[in-house]
């Protein structure tokens, strides 16, 4: 069921799933790093981690912030609304205003050249100058055309960004309580879930950090990058 969301912190590649067979007939699955598995630790380390412990850590996750949306779906929305939809909004007002003036520079050059080209015309400007303003101001001109569909395409994605927050209210919105996973769930709710290498604390126990990075919104908060120890 976590097909295609797991991925190592390291190099990026996804995690690939293994199981054994235990003596009592019941099997033990587990995930690694693929690069680890196909070309060995000098390429990465392992990143193991159990099935039984990633769908513990992620179910528990998933109840968290679902009984916090259930408990104040006002004050989630809000939070949600602050983080991802402010700075998305100040930069889309930012790149906008960029684009405007750039719109209105545009315009104002065709304007300038076209003056330039009657001056010419009638004389009042000799050839050689005429060439040497005309082409300096078309070369401005073809900048600002080049920059313009960029612009407009950050704008259009910053919008999009601004969205986000209502777009994961309306998927977790319907559902009341989730008591078990399944591919369906995951893949509704989750991006990807990077699964970092076991490291050793100073008290000697090992720790392994999980980071959940949910559909539309990412990561919701600290408190998400959640730890068991090993």
Known sequence: MFAGLLYCSDCGHCLTYSQKQRKDGSYHGAYSCWMYKTHGKEYCASHYITFDTIYELVLIDIQRNLFQYRKNTDKFKSILSRKYQSDSQKQAEQITLEYEQKQKRCEELDKIISRLYE?????????E?????????????VEIKKALPILKSKIDELKRQSDCADNFINVIKKYTIIDKLDSAILN??????????????????TFQQI???????????TENELSKAA
């Open 119 to 127: 001056d010419n015309v009638l004389g009042r400007i000799g050839d």
């Open 129 to 141: 100058r005429y060439e040497s303003m005309s082409q300096s101001y078309e070369l401005e001109q």
């Open 188 to 205: 509704e709710l989750i991006d990807k879930i990077v699964v970092h290498h076991k490291e050793q604390a100073e008290d000697g126990r």
């Open 211 to 221: 980071e959940i990075y949910y559909r539309f919104v990412g990561k919701l908060g």
